[in-house]
Structure formats: structure tokens, C-alpha cells
């Protein structure tokens, strides 16, 4: 995964961001993009950081993953 994609995380949609060993993951809002949580690729499972290489925004391993970040982000108030 090398550019910006967009995924759909219980009905809301977000957008992945790699940054060198991280990812980004944020909101659209209008033009601009809130950024939301950096999180280290590493501290993905293996088999989320595959579906990332590989683009595909719908495998399960992802999606349960980004859910964890998503419900963090939620429980920080953001």
C-alpha cells in the first residue's frame, strides 16, 4: 500500500494513510482529512497488514483491526 484509500468501518467511512512503519487513519470533513490515530503497522495482525499490501479494504483481519482503533479513538472522546 503506497497512496491514500478509503474504507468503510460500520457504515462510516474512513480514510488509511501509510506514512513510512505507520498508518494513518482519519475522517474525511468536507476538504480537509481529521486525523484520527497513528498506528504502528507492526502492531497490526499479520494477516490485516497483508490485506493492506494487498488494497483490500474489505478482508475481515482489517476491518477487525481498524474497528479496535476506531473504538480507542471513541473512548478518548475523539
Known amino acids: 500500500m503506497d ?3 478509503s474504507i468503510t468501518i460500520d457504515s ?3 480514510v488509511l494513510r ?3 512503519d505507520s498508518l494513518r487513519l482519519g475522517r ?3 476538504g480537509d482529512t481529521a486525523w484520527l490515530d497513528d498506528v504502528e ?4 495482525p499479520a494477516d490485516a497488514r497483508i490485506a493492506l499490501d494487498r488494497g ?3 478482508d ?3 476491518l477487525l483491526a481498524l474497528r479496535g482503533v476506531v473504538a480507542a479513538e471513541v473512548r478518548r472522546g475523539g
Open 41 to 44: 503497522l507492526a502492531s497490526l
Open 60 to 62: 475481515a483481519a482489517l
Open 56 to 58: 483490500n479494504t474489505s
Open 12 to 14: 462510516e467511512d474512513y
Open 18 to 20: 501509510p506514512e513510512g
Open 28 to 30: 474525511r470533513m468536507g
Open 3 to 5: 497512496e491514500e484509500m
